[in-house]
Nanobody, 114 residues
Framework: QVQLVESGGGLVQAGGSLRLSCAAS????????MAWYRQAPGKERELVAE??????TKYANSVKGRFAISRETLNTVYLQMNSLKPEDTAVYYC?????????WGQGTQVTVSS
């Protein structure tokens, strides 16, 4: 069994920054990829950023140049969010594939005020 623990959400003014983290623990052989999704009220869950083996990253067009995903340890992924906009308000979910099985974090609320 794999557990994911997310942290770092909160309330911030437009233009501010937040850093999300997600740590995986449990019986793990390999984690690839690691990603962040978000879901705003009334909208579908969407991919925000993904990082694969070798440091290959992918971003949603709406966050390119503002957000950065990183994997500083084998089991932890971060999302640095800069220049936040009100439209970034959503619940952010960590998503990892561990030994070919997909796991979701519990979600962390990010609210950006105008």
């Amino acid at each position: 069994q794999v557990q994911l623990v997310e942290s770092g959400g909160g309330l911030v003014q437009a233009g501010g920054s937040l850093r999300l983290s997600c740590a995986a623990s449990g019986s793990i052989l390999e984690i690839n990829p690691m990603a962040w999704y978000r879901q705003a009220p009334g909208k579908e869950r969407e991919l925000v950023a993904e990082i694969r083996r070798g440091g290959i990253t992918k971003y949603a067009n709406s966050v390119k140049g503002r957000f950065a995903i990183s994997r500083e340890t084998l089991n932890t992924v971060y999302l640095q969010m800069n220049s936040l906009k009100p439209e970034d308000t959503a619940v952010y979910y960590c998503n990892v594939v561990v030994d070919w099985q997909t796991y979701w974090g519990q979600g962390t609320q990010v609210t950006v005020s105008s």
